[in-house]
């Protein structure tokens, strides 16, 4: 009896509204004698219709429907979710939603489709081009109208979907704004990224200044550029100093990489392990709780060094190597994922295998990202050298300019005076540092202030070949085979028995003799070494070797060395 009345009742109101809509149907552009009907006018049991949703990336299995068709949405409900007057309830909301948003925008929304699906694998609604997934509880609530906001209008940004939501349908309040931001620990909030509207994640003081910012900023667009402005604004970056302007405070300043990351989502799914997924365009980043980065801040901060040294990676590839640009590219822009990983001290070292990246330090991520940008579809363990070398060289500046640390030559060297180390160890250190510093005089490639990864591989890798020595406490003293877990001989005979730092530089010298686009070249097209340097691995190895003591034979001579 319940539902029979529950029926009854929508449809009275319904045909309320669709005679209404009768009276005061607008005009068809270019007709002058057909009104356009009242959406709300198709949502009744007569056009009720079976459908089915296909698969698709991103939502891979295709289920039934019973669904309403109305000229500003589809809104399907899968089958064994509901009856015919709970879609038809659904249908109702979902069109009064979008006239609502509609009539706040000025703008002609396009038009969608709504699946209220049974079970979401994530916390929230789902939009997925012009349409979107989400429960009917998710309906009924009104947690789905972000994604909706998202799919009427195109805006894949979170940031845009959450200020319209509050604007729209909330109470927008910036008067807290000025105290949050005056403290400069906050200032990452202002990008808006999505991981700051995930309560579990960001906290609720960080989640209200991010919904409020979001609104805010949206508001201050549509106020200044109207609705194509905010639709083209990319983060919130754009408008920030003049929006802090208005309500009297400083703009907190977002880093580098604030762009690339405006279009981010982000999930708690069902995974335990699991603290969140973030998508930013072609590439997932899923976060294993206990990995290095925890906090929205953490989160939002790895995502923008992320990019920024993968521009730098990208481009030093293009000038040294330019035959290789185009591929890096197009691997660059095709999906793959990085998973970061719990505690390296647990697990091992960072990998990549083809387009999955397992990443356990941040600081590797970039020497990870070569790999795949220079994946070739094989694993040669001949070459393992020239791999793992090539990912280094590529990926040194790329960590020492997006991930800076100031330098210290004297905490350094008080560090290992005071380290419970061995007096052998100790000299060895020292040495290096001293040696690093030196060559640091010479090259100003690098930020003065800024640790040069490459120059600092260098020399641990000129002290250990030179010094015959390599200290148990380095992660560099395992060879490239120990750390694939495979065997290898002696370093004058497989150049699989070098170390990372000694086989980056090994790389160098190559370069510095025959040029990095033969080199490379040459590691593309699976040549032979002696068919690159014209010699075999023993001799070069040699000449590698004499080469150095030629150059810094005498820093180790020095009696006060």
């Not at 979401?120 to 009104?142: K, N, V």
């Not at 920030?240 to 990489?257: I, M, R």
Request: aromatic share 10%; net charge negative.
């Amino acid at each position: 009896m319940k539902r029979f009345i529950i029926t009854i009742t929508a449809l009275i109101c319904l045909l309320m509204l669709s005679g209404c809509a009768k009276e005061s149907g607008t005009e068809v552009p270019g007709s002058s004698s057909s009104p356009v009907p009242d959406p709300l006018a198709y949502v009744d049991e007569a056009n009720i219709k079976d459908g089915r949703h296909p698969r698709e990336e991103g939502w891979k299995n295709p289920f039934d429907t019973r669904f309403i068709d109305t000229p500003l949405a589809e809104v399907h409900v899968e089958n064994g979710g509901g009856s015919d007057s709970d879609l038809l309830s659904l249908a109702g909301t979902v069109v009064s939603d979008i006239r609502t948003i509609s009539s706040f925008t000025g703008e002609e929304p396009r038009k969608i489709a709504v699946y209220a699906v049974n079970n979401l694998l994530r916390d929230r609604a789902l939009p997925l081009d012009d349409h979107l997934f989400c429960t009917a509880a998710d309906i009924e609530s009104g947690a789905y109208r972000e994604a909706l906001i998202g799919a009427c209008f195109d805006l894949p940004e979170v940031w845009k979907q959450v200020g319209l939501a509050e604007l729209i349908f909330g109470e927008p309040d910036e008067s807290g704004l000025n105290e949050y931001y005056s403290d400069e620990a906050h200032a990452l909030t202002a990008s808006c990224a999505a991981v700051y509207f995930i309560p579990e994640i960001a906290g609720e003081d960080a989640l209200s200044a991010a919904r409020q910012t979001a609104a805010g900023v949206a508001a201050f667009i549509l106020d200044t550029g109207g609705f194509d402005a905010l639709k083209a604004a990319q983060s919130t970056a754009e408008a920030l100093p003049a929006w802090a302007e208005k309500l009297g405070f400083d703009a907190p300043v977002l880093p580098e990489g604030n762009a690339e990351t405006a279009a981010m989502t982000a999930y708690i799914d069902r995974i335990p392990s699991r603290l969140c997924v973030m998508k930013i365009g072609n590439i997932t980043m899923t976060v294993k709780k206990g990995a290095f980065a925890q906090t929205a801040d953490e989160l939002y901060t790895f995502a923008c060094r992320f990019f920024v040294g993968a521009d730098i990676v990208l481009r030093q590839i293009g000038e040294e190597a330019p035959f290789l640009s185009d591929i890096a590219n197009e691997h660059f822009r095709a999906p793959f994922t990085i998973n970061l990983l719990d505690d390296p001290t647990q697990s091992g070292l960072s990998t990549t295998w083809g387009d999955t990246i397992d990443l356990r330090y941040e600081s590797s991520v970039w020497h990870e990202l070569v790999h795949w940008l220079l994946w070739k579809g094989d694993d040669d363990t001949s070459t393992m050298w020239l791999q793992e070398s090539a990912a280094e060289h590529f990926s040194y500046n790329a960590k020492s300019l997006a991930k800076r640390f100031p330098e210290d030559r004297d905490g350094d060297r008080a560090y290992y005076m005071n380290a419970e180390l061995s007096d052998e160890a100790r000299s060895f250190y020292l040495q290096a540092l001293d040696l690093y510093y030196g060559e640091r005089e010479k090259d100003t490639s690098i930020p003065s202030d800024i640790v040069d990864y490459r120059m600092l591989s260098r020399a641990t890798a000129i002290c250990t070949l030179l010094l015959e020595y390599d200290p148990a406490e380095a992660i560099a003293s395992s060879s490239l085979a120990d750390a694939r877990g495979r065997k290898a001989a002696e370093k004058a005979t497989d150049p699989n028995a070098l170390t990372y730092p000694e086989a980056a530089l090994l790389l160098d010298y190559l370069f510095d003799n025959y040029g990095p686009e033969t080199v490379m070249r040459g590691y593309w097209d699976n040549t032979p070494l002696n068919g690159i340097c014209g010699m075999e691995y023993p001799e070069l190895y040699q000449d590698f070797i004499a080469s150095l003591r030629e150059e810094y034979g005498e820093f180790f001579s020095d009696p006060e060395q």
